[in-house]
């Protein structure tokens, strides 16, 4: 199975400032007869199901704000919020999908 | 709009069994893989099993292979999780969730609101 980390485990970012998350596979999770990364990134805030908001590594979900923006190719991913507002303190999960589904384990983001 | 609501939890012995529905609707649910996604209390966010659309392609964690199984309905546009041998460590709060694609490798796009499965004496 391929193995997902993420950095730091949390962090706490002053309002509208940017906060910078990282993950990182255990091997690629890069296609190469389609040239996609199979990663995303999901929020969860506290009592409620995590919500997609990154997939292909950098494609925004619909609705999602554009403060919000992924990068990163093969083994290594940020996922950043450009500038930090009260409605994103939440758990952050990166997940891979290239083959059988694995999590990070969370990246809590709170406000400083 | 999407809709997945989860049913089938509760409290459980050790070594016994329960089933886990999931009820899907606001989407065609038969063009879509779904998923089944757990979370320890206070725990991060464990993927249990997922299922292609016409079934024909299934994973399961390690940690539950050959003790749970997934099923789907594309006619009902229900999503099942029997789950046999159940112990301490399956406590959880479920979650169905809606695949991205119509493979099981894709993200997850629609997630439920959960059901709450306790393994206990």
């Known amino acids: 199975d391929i193995v997902m980390t993420q950095s730091p485990d949390s962090l706490a970012v002053s309002l509208g400032e940017r906060a910078t998350i990282n993950c990182k596979s255990s091997?690629?999770?890069?296609?190469?007869?389609?040239?996609?990364?199979?990663l995303a990134w999901y929020q969860q805030k506290p009592g409620q199901p995590p919500k997609l908001l990154i997939y292909?590594?950098?494609t925004r979900e619909s609705g999602v704000p554009d403060r919000f923006s992924g990068s990163g190719s093969g083994t290594d991913f940020t996922l950043t919020i450009s500038s930090l507002q009260a409605e994103d303190v939440a758990v952050y999960y990166c997940q891979q999908y290239y083959s059988t589904l694995t999590f990070g384990p969370g990246t809590k983001v709170d406000i400083k | 709009e999407v809709q997945l609501v989860e049913s089938g939890g509760g409290l459980v012995q050790p070594g016994r069994s329960l089933r886990l529905s999931c009820a899907a609707s606001g989407f065609t649910f038969d063009d879509y893989a779904m998923h089944w996604v757990r979370q320890a209390p206070g725990k991060g966010l464990e993927w249990v099993s997922g299922?292609?659309?016409?079934?024909?392609?299934?994973g399961y964690a390690d940690s539950v292979k050959g003790r749970f199984t997934i099923s789907r309905d594309n006619a009902k546009n229900s999503l099942y999780l029997q789950m046999n041998s159940l112990r301490a460590e399956d406590t959880a709060l479920y979650y169905c969730?809606?695949?991205?694609?119509?493979?099981?490798?894709?993200?997850?796009?629609?997630w439920g609101q959960g059901t709450l499965v306790t393994v206990s004496s």
């Open positions: 299922i292609s659309w016409n079934s024909g392609s299934i």
């Open positions: 091997q690629s999770v890069l296609y190469s007869s389609n040239n996609k990364n199979y």
């Open positions: 292909w590594a950098s």
């Open positions: 969730a809606k695949g991205g694609a119509s493979s099981t490798r894709g993200q997850c796009d629609y």
